[in-house]
């Protein structure tokens, strides 16, 4: 791996944003192209974050500053990602569900699904049925990505789908949930496509649902 790639993975695992934003602002000097920084600096840096988390060794808080300094470098590259045309898995409508303000594990999904090159279109917390639908439509989103972390606002996940089928949205798109309370059974039970239960996973699922 070249030097470079090597100090803006170690910044991100490090999470020390300012060092990443300035090293992904050298690699574009350097000429390295937003692909190969974007795969190999960044998105290693990131599955490897996820499997420390999975293995026990950073938690929640360290998961989070990782994906911001992660975040960090995403604006720096931005620009010359679309300049690169870089293209897109696929794009995502992501909010948590209605009378729902937990917004940080939505957040961290959206941030990881961005890093793996997903187009997120996120619509925040308290999102309604009919606006999950409107904004699938408008973009003509692959997936739906659903958080709820309160036990009252879970169902809202089944109207949400609800109101897909509705619409004829439904086969056209991956209908993702996830939160603390939900289990693989619940995501079953209302006929979604997926559940896991964090960020990484989250990637992990959403790139084997279109074979990515
Ligand atoms: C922070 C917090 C709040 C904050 C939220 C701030 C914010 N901007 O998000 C505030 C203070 C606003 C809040 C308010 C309330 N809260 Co609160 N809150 C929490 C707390 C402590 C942490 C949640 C959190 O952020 N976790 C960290 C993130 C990273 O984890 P996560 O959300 O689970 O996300 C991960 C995975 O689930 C997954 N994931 C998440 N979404 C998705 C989506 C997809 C598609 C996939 C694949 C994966 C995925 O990936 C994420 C990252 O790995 C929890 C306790 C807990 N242990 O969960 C209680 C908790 C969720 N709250 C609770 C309650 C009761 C409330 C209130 C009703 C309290 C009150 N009486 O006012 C209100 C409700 C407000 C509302 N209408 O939403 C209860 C819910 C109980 C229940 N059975 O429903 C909990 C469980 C606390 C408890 N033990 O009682 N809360």
Redesign the pocket.
């Known amino acids: 791996m070249e030097p470079i790639l090597k100090e803006i993975y170690d910044g991100i695992i490090d999470a020390d944003q300012e060092l990443v934003k300035e090293k992904v602002g050298a690699a574009l000097s350097q000429g390295l192209d937003a692909d190969t920084i974007l795969n190999q600096g960044m998105v290693s840096a990131m599955t490897e974050v996820g499997r420390l ?1 999975e293995e026990g060794e950073y938690f ?1 808080p360290e ?2 500053i990782c994906a911001r300094a992660m975040q960090a470098g995403l604006s720096v590259l931005k620009p010359a990602m679309i300049a690169a045309n870089l293209k897109s898995v696929g794009k995502v409508v ?1 909010g ?1 569900v209605k ?8 957040n ?2 959206c941030m990881m699904l961005e890093g793996a090159a997903f187009e997120i279109y996120d619509l925040g ?2 999102v309604s049925p009919q606006a999950f639908a409107d904004k699938v439509k408008e973009v003509d989103a692959d997936f739906v ?9 879970m169902p809202n996940m089944k109207a949400t789908i609800e109101v897909l089928k509705e619409a004829g949205l439904r086969d056209k798109v991956k209908v ?7 289990t693989t059974r619940y995501c079953e039970d209302i006929g979604a496509d ?9 990637v992990t ?2 790139k084997s649902l279109i074979g990515a």
Not at 176 to 182: E, T, W
């Open positions: 988390f929640v998961m989070l992501a948590t009378g729902d303000l937990h917004d940080i594990g939505k961290l999904v917390s308290d990505v659903m958080s709820a972390l309160l036990t009252t606002t993702l949930v996830g939160g603390a309370p939900l997926g559940y896991a239960a964090d960020a990484s996973r989250a699922l959403a």
